[in-house]
């Protein structure tokens, strides 16, 4: 199954070939790589693109700007957040996201009473402003500084700097580790995990290798009354071994996992563009 986003109107992707995409973010219009596609079509003559990502032979790649970008805004809904065009082609969003977002603050609003959540490997914090709309008390941890400016960007952005929210530039498994160790608790937890990625102090994570135990801790720190625990990755896994692994991990009554890839709809050919899977298990 794919749950795909059709309601983000500041974001859109035109169309897809040759492995680019053309897609507007508000009105910035972006020509950007994406591995998944594979099929043919030449965009490179169309008439509006304000940046193009070149890849690199060597890896990576940069941007050929054709007007002055430094920052600039999308909305989706209530939401707001900054954008900025990233070394390695990324934006600092990821718009198919917003399935889960609304997912996490239908979850809050049901709950009627004060909800804590853990968002790991945070990155600009989507989902983080999600949760605080709702009220819930988030702590936010990300092992880059960088992003964790950029998360508290989008905090001011959205006007949410008086409710409850903790940024910490930190390794997620040792965090993980240490929070068991003092006893607290969380309603939801959330996690975006990479392939491969380095701690705050160098700490090597893999995602082959150290996903199965961090799902594993992160049951321990779930409170008696907890909503869910809900995992993201763009890391090419499949959503059956992600459920296999959440079964598996799993220490209280839940009552259902669910896993499914998520997506985003391709204007002018009707596609859906596949962007990666996420796995949740629901509680209540």
């Not at 594979?38 to 054709?66: C, F, M, P, Q, V």
């Not at 969003?93 to 004060?114: D, G, M």
């Not at 008696?224 to 009554?253: A, R, W």
């Amino acid at each position: 199954m794919i749950k795909v986003v059709d309601d983000f109107n500041d974001y859109e992707i035109i169309d897809s070939g040759n492995g680019m995409k053309y897609e507007r973010w508000n009105n910035v219009y972006l020509l950007r790589p994406d591995p998944t596609i594979i099929w043919n079509n030449d965009l490179t003559e169309k008439k509006k693109i304000d940046a193009i990502y070149h890849r690199s032979n060597k890896g990576g790649g940069y941007w050929e700007l054709k007007k002055d970008l430094k920052t600039w805004t999308v909305s989706y809904q209530d939401l707001k957040f900054n954008l900025k065009l990233m070394g390695f082609k990324h934006t600092g969003l990821f718009p198919e996201q917003a399935i889960n977002w609304n997912f996490l603050r239908e979850k809050v609003k049901n709950a009627k009473r004060p909800v804590k959540a853990l968002n790991l490997f945070a990155y600009t914090g989507g989902a983080s402003i999600a949760l605080l709309k709702e009220n819930a008390s988030v702590v936010h941890v990300d092992a880059s500084r960088g992003m964790i400016e950029w998360a508290k960007e989008n905090v001011k952005l959205n006007n949410l700097e008086d409710k409850s929210i903790r940024f910490l530039v930190d390794d997620v498994v040792k965090f993980v580790k240490r929070e068991i160790r003092r006893g607290n608790k969380y309603d939801i937890i959330i996690m975006d995990p990479p392939s491969y990625g380095k701690g705050a102090n160098g700490e090597v994570w893999n995602l082959e290798k150290d996903l199965y135990n961090l799902i594993e801790l992160c049951q321990s720190l779930l409170s008696d009354t907890p909503i869910c625990l809900m995992v993201n990755s763009y890391s090419g896994l499949s959503p059956i071994i992600l459920e296999n692994i959440l079964k598996l991990t799993k220490k209280q009554e839940y009552k259902k996992i669910e896993t499914y890839e998520i997506g985003l709809k391709i204007t002018n050919n009707n596609l859906i563009l596949p962007c990666g899977i996420t796995g949740i298990i629901e509680y209540e």
